[in-house]
């Protein structure tokens, strides 16, 4: 269950209509999981400075088990967000940033549990 957080200081009529929805298709193409497992959060119009400017700029964060464990694993991932991102917010790479936090199934509560006894096949 990938949470993926967007949070940029660009306004929210600069985004594009639907953003969230495509970032969530291409989180579940890259990270190789069902679309309906990925939580998708944008929070635009923040305060951000990156590189000691003001300019509009993207923070994202990647939480899942299993797939963001690895530096190979997140050059890849990398590689496909920052595409996605570039193309979407008309940002140049200098201006976004991609953490990746590999979480434990028994870290993630979800029906009344946690993943590590969740039944996925429902």
């Not at 957080?5 to 660009?10: G, H, S």
């Not at 790479?93 to 429902?122: C, S």
């Amino acid at each position: 269950m990938p949470t993926i957080e967007l949070d940029t200081n660009l306004p929210a009529d600069r985004l594009p209509v639907g953003l969230e929805k495509r970032l969530c298709q291409a989180a579940a193409t890259i990270l190789n999981k069902p679309e309906n497992y990925i939580n998708v959060i944008v929070r635009p119009g923040l305060t951000m400075l990156h590189l000691s400017s003001e300019e509009p700029c993207v923070q994202l964060r990647i939480n899942a088990f299993g797939v963001v464990g690895t530096a190979e694993q997140n050059r890849s991932h990398s590689a496909r967000f920052f595409e996605f991102l570039c193309k979407e917010l008309a940002l140049g790479q200098d201006r976004i940033v991609i953490r990746f936090y590999p979480v434990e199934l028994w870290q993630v509560g979800i029906n009344g549990t946690v993943a590590t006894f969740y039944d996925f096949t429902k």
